[in-house]
Nanobody
Framework: QVQLVESGGGLVQAGGSLRASCAAS????????MGWFRQAPGKEREFVAA????????LYADSVKGRFTISRDNAKNTVYLQMNSLKPEDTATYYC??????????????????WGQGTQVTVSS
């Protein structure tokens, strides 16, 4: 049974930082590209960042480029999202996802096979 469990969300003031983690189990983690998506109330889910199986390649949404960093530790079956210079518009539920098919990285939600339950990030102004 595949499980993706996010943690590390919380409440932070604008300009602050958070690090979200996603621990995977029930799959061969190094076979999967990993991604982070987010969804704010009343809005559609949007791509945030993705990282290739080896960690050699990554991709970011323009809205977070230069502020967020995605990384992974294949020995720990964990992917991270370091979020710096947070803005109120970053407030959302953040989901991690695992993609078996893509050989590099993908920003397309439909490419992902497994999803976590989400962690809430709230940025106050």
């Amino acid at each position: 049974q595949v499980q993706l469990v996010e943690s590390g969300g919380g409440l932070v003031q604008a300009g602050g930082s958070l690090r979200a983690s996603c621990a995977a189990s029930g799959l061969t983690f190094s076979y999967y590209a990993m991604g982070w998506f987010r969804q704010a109330p009343g809005k559609e889910r949007e791509f945030v960042a993705a990282i290739a199986r080896s960690g050699a390649n990554s991709l970011y949404a323009d809205s977070v480029k230069g502020r967020f960093t995605i990384s992974r530790d294949n020995a720990k079956n964990t992917v991270y999202l370091q979020m710096n210079s947070l803005k109120p518009e970053d407030t959302a539920t953040y989901y991690c996802a695992a993609d078996f098919k893509t050989t590099t990285v993908s920003a397309t939600a439909d490419d992902y096979d497994y999803w976590g339950q989400g962690t809430q990030v709230t940025v106050s102004s």
